[in-house]
């Protein structure tokens, strides 16, 4: 199926979860804020919050630095 992650189209396999798009991008372990259709999702819900065709994700990561 194809969503887009932050304004560019990602493939995953159908019934994939935020999880399964974290581990596709190499985001698995960095914290991370995910906009799913304009609604933020819990990371306590990004292993069972599913995709379906076309969804629009946003994800932002911070970056440390001194």
């Known amino acids: 199926m194809q969503i887009f992650v932050n304004g560019d189209s990602v ?3 159908e019934g994939a979860t935020l999880i399964d798009l ?3 991008l190499s ?12 609604s933020i ?3 306590s819900q990004h292993a069972q919050q599913a995709l379906a065709e076309q969804d629009q994700v946003e994800i932002v990561h911070a970056i440390g630095g001194g």
């Open 11 to 13: 493939e995953l396999k």
């Open 22 to 24: 974290l581990e596709h």
């Open 41 to 43: 999702i819990p990371r």
């Open 27 to 38: 985001l698995r372990e960095a914290k991370v804020a995910i906009e799913l259709n304009q």
